[in-house]
């Protein structure tokens, strides 16, 4: 294996580029038509066009993926994650074509991938699922009877797919047909599969994950994640460890992860994700099959580069973690940095990013696949970039992601970022009070506190706005008006 052509876009090629280069193998970028004057276009040994702006004619079309791979001679293909990452057709074709997949079989792909099946195969190897269908559901008296046998409130999901698509919280009777309908139509959209499925609701647990890794000698556990907060099953922060695991827990829930991989023969970089209740139960969610948007922070506490393990596996080289069990160092937490605008329902934001200040220093870490000048558009997922902090613990890393966040500049595009620094204001985040439903009780967090009766400083900050647009100087465009935020800004664009 000597060039791999990577199959996405934005900061995951970037994040794949540098792996390849690390590993001295050749890296191949491809573009669509908006993605020309994109970081890992430049940063790539080769790139080329496949299409334009439309998944569907880019990154999603797998005979232009492959005819890129053909024209520029490269012998492998990473899939990264979105877009065909989780395609056993992708995964089949690219070795049909005669070249290395970097990723799991695409028979693995495909059991996890449906996960009714999924849920078989985890029962069968003694991992513990949620009670509820093993078949998708034939018709909504067949629900109505199971979610009496389950007892209310149940969870209408999706067959096929994730990333939170498909799935709908049902509190009585009453809803389930409405729910059935808008999951199935909302699957069948976004997977081409309008199977559903029924499961117990499990009340306020914590979404945990477990980083698993599979050469062709041994399956190892890199502990959990903490994912928490998320909004419709979107994750937002991620954080490793996890506040609400033990290290009796932690080689539980990693032995369930590790058997989950067995059952299906996976190969390369996993996650087993696992919803964990109060009382310590955990059960199995899914399983996706390539690199994790949150894998940095378990690179950060374990020391592991997990990119160029998937390289290493791929190559059939056994990978670089030794045996025995592994225990996190330290603490590290990732903010999903968005073109989004939380006070209007996270709704995508588009623009030009006319300005970008990066936050730096000790134990910061900046992988973003955007820079100044680049066009933010609807085509694609409204990640940016993530933001991880390190630190010796918790309470360290929440101290300096505050002060990397306040670091941060984005100028042009309006973002997530005051979210951010709310949450890691809050006392609740603060002492590891969270559960997936965290956020629907706190919309407070989405919004900016109004303006305070500090006049003073709203008239300083107004001055120095109009001051730097005279000079022609960037600003910083606060999201909402909070008196912090002004205090900032004022201070620094105007105050010296």
Known sequence: MKRVLIANRGEIALRIVRACHEEGLEAIAVYSTVDRQSPHVRAADRATLIGDAAPGESYLSIDRILDAARRTGADAVHPGYGFLAERATFADAVVAAGLTWIGPPGDAIRAMGDKTEARRRMQAAGVPVVPGAVDPIASAAEARTLARELGYPVMVKAAAGGGGKGM????????????????????????????????????????????VL???????????????????????????????????????????????????????????????????????????????????????????????????????QPMRIAAGSWHPRGWAIECRITSEDPAAGFLPT????????????????????????????????????????????????????????????????????????RLMQDPAYCRGEVDIQFLDRRPDL???????????????????????????????????????????????????
């Open 168 to 211: 709908r919280v049902v509190a009585d009777e009453a809803g389930l047909a409405a729910a059935l309908e808008t999951a199935a139509s909302e699957a069948e959209k976004a997977f081409g599969d309008a199977g559903v499925y029924l499961e117990k609701f499990i009340a306020q647990p914590r979404h945990v994950e477990i980083q």
């Open 446 to 496: 989405a919004v900016a506190a109004e303006l305070g009766g500090n006049l003073g400083v709203i008239v300083a900050a107004a001055l120095a706005e109009e001051a730097a647009r005279r000079a022609g100087k960037p600003t910083v465009a606060a999201e909402g008006y909070a008196a912090s935020e002004w205090t900032r800004l004022a201070l620094r664009d105007g105050l010296r």
């Open 350 to 421: 588009t623009g030009r990013i006319e300005y970008l200040r990066p936050p730096s220093g000790p134990g910061v870490r900046w992988d973003a696949g955007v820079e100044s000048g680049n066009e933010i558009t609807l085509f694609y997922d409204s990640l940016l970039a993530k933001l991880i902090v390190w630190a010796p613990d918790r309470a360290g890393a929440i101290e300096r992601m505050r002060r990397a966040l306040e670091e941060l500049v984005i100028v042009g595009v309006g973002t997530n970022q005051g979210f951010h620094e």
């Open 214 to 316: 599979a050469d062709a000698a041994r399956t190892v556990h890199l502990g959990e994640r903490e994912c928490s907060v998320q909004r419709r099953h979107q994750k937002l922060v991620e954080e490793a460890p996890s506040v609400a695991v033990s290290r009796e827990l932690r080689e539980r829930m990693g032995a369930a992860a590790v058997a989950a991989a067995r059952a299906v023969d996976y190969r390369g970089a996993g996650t087993c994700e696992f919803l964990l209740a109060a009382d310590g139960s955990f059960y199995f969610l899914e399983m996706n099959t390539r690199i994790q948007v949150e894998h940095p922070v378990t690179e950060l506490v374990y020391g592991v580069d997990l990119v160029r393990e998937q390289l290493r596996i791929a190559a059939g």
